[in-house]
């Protein structure tokens, strides 16, 4: 019962991110300009667009916008209130010992391959032409460098957690590195396919939600240890799209 519990928790953050990105495209409608307000506004030249054909450029500016850091800053945040607020730690527990009790046996490496479903997905989509915002060049690269901020983060993270003892318990690392690529993987495949697939981009965080649960369910990790590697692989690849988004801006 309580893994159950435990999966809808997981979802509901997944269902609130996805709802906060839906309600944000309503408001984007605006009132149609007339045809002579269109003309008089359209320059001789229009320079060529950075990341191929964008329904909406001015997006490319919004990788770090407040309302798009909520969700991946509030599980980073509830990950590292664990020393402070007791209720974290005794979740983390009550859950740990449940699968512990009722689950002793169960042991699958699918979390090692499941991780890198997302961000393949990239690949598999340009092998057969599917529309994205990017070119398979820049998919490496774009890949590359959301795996290097992931990491180094991470990696910072995990040397800060070694020295506070809460963190310390279950001989487990804070934060989880097998959550948090999955989760990068899928902000990638969200970016990529948000205007052309819009339905569609959200496939990776189902991917990636599979791949925290079994975390925990194969006692590799906390609850708070996965919510706080959601955060950093989706905050990781915001990041890395909004430093490629400058760089190309000022290559023009």
């Known amino acids: 019962m309580t893994f159950k519990k435990l999966s809808i928790f997981l979802l509901s953050f997944l269902f609130i991110f996805y709802s906060s990105f839906l309600c944000a495209q309503d408001s984007l409608h605006l009132e149609s300009p007339s045809v002579d307000t269109i003309a008089a506004k359209v320059p001789p030249l229009q320079p060529p667009m950075l990341f191929g054909e964008i329904k909406d450029p001015v997006a490319l500016h919004k990788y770090l916008k407040p309302s798009g850091l909520i969700i991946p800053g509030a599980l980073l945040i509830y990950g590292g209130l664990k020393p402070v607020i007791n209720g974290i730690p005794k979740l983390d527990d009550k859950i740990w010992t449940h699968v512990q009790v009722y689950n ?149």
């Open 104 to 252: 002793p046996n169960f042991h699958t490496n699918a979390a090692d391959y499941l991780m890198w479903v997302p961000s393949a997905s990239v690949y598999t989509m340009d092998a057969f032409h599917v529309k994205t915002q990017h070119t398979f060049k820049e998919h490496l690269i774009l890949d590359a460098g959301s795996i290097l901020i992931t990491g180094a983060i991470g990696y910072g993270m995990r040397k800060i957690s070694q020295h506070i003892e809460v963190y310390n318990t279950h001989n487990t690392e804070f934060p989880s590195g097998h959550t948090a690529n999955a989760f990068r993987g899928a902000e990638i495949v969200h970016q990529e396919l948000k205007f052309s697939h819009p339905v569609l981009s959200y496939s990776g965080y189902f991917v990636a939600t599979g791949v925290g649960l079994l975390r925990i369910y194969n006692k590799n990790h906390l609850l708070s240890e996965v919510l706080a590697g959601a955060g950093l692989g989706i905050l990781s690849t915001k990041l890395t799209y909004w430093v490629f988004g400058k760089v190309k801006e000022k290559s023009y």
